[in-house]
């Protein structure tokens, strides 16, 4: 006599919230229960995102070379937003790390506030406020502006943990400073013109092209321009 042998199916694998929610639609779950598989799964992603955005950071923290300071005011050195920028750029990217900011004024001045985002979402922020700068006989936008500079720098190494490798000598708000194309232009119009360097340099309150803040350059420019056409 033979017996019947009854195969066994081996058991569906529910790994994941994302396959028990798979699993409960083919099955025919009602809304309550699916509702809670939903809030279950959305719960278990931003864990996710959050753990790899930990690893992402750690992996960022750890390759990150070091940020050199390549300008200097007469008051301290400091390494330029735009040169942060340049070297982190495509460890960031391969980390899959990516930045924004958020600006607004309040009753203590401007704030602005530095977010890094992981591909999967995840994101975390860091604030800082400071009052308009208005050295250097800048006007109020001016002021606003170089204060914005001041704050995304320190913001971006703030919470990308590279803010000790850039701090400044002393508590003053360095500015940018013109480019080295920018500078290269004021000097090529100096020669053409045949200005008086020493002069000219007063007459922007500035010591030299290499310490001229970046928003003084449209007005070198323009002083320059016009001695030009005459």
Known sequence: MNKQVTKLEPPTAVSTPIDMLQLAIEKGADLDQLTKLMDMKDRWEAAEAKKAFVVSMTKFRAE???IRKTRETHQAKYAGLAETLDTIKGLMSECGLAHTWKTEQNMEGVMVTCCVTHVLGHQECTSMTAPP??????NAIQAIGSTISYLERYTLMAILGM???????DGNVPPDLIS???KAEL??????TKADN???LKYLG???LDEMPAYKFE???AALEKKASK
């Open 219 to 221: 007005e070198a420019k």
């Open 198 to 200: 020493p002069k000219f």
């Open 133 to 138: 700068d208005p050295s250097g006989s800048k």
């Open 180 to 182: 080295a194309d920018e």
């Open 163 to 169: 803010a000790s490798t850039d701090q400044d000598t």
């Open 64 to 66: 990150c070379p070091t």
């Open 206 to 208: 500035c010591k030299s």
């Open 187 to 192: 000097v090529a119009l100096i020669k053409e």
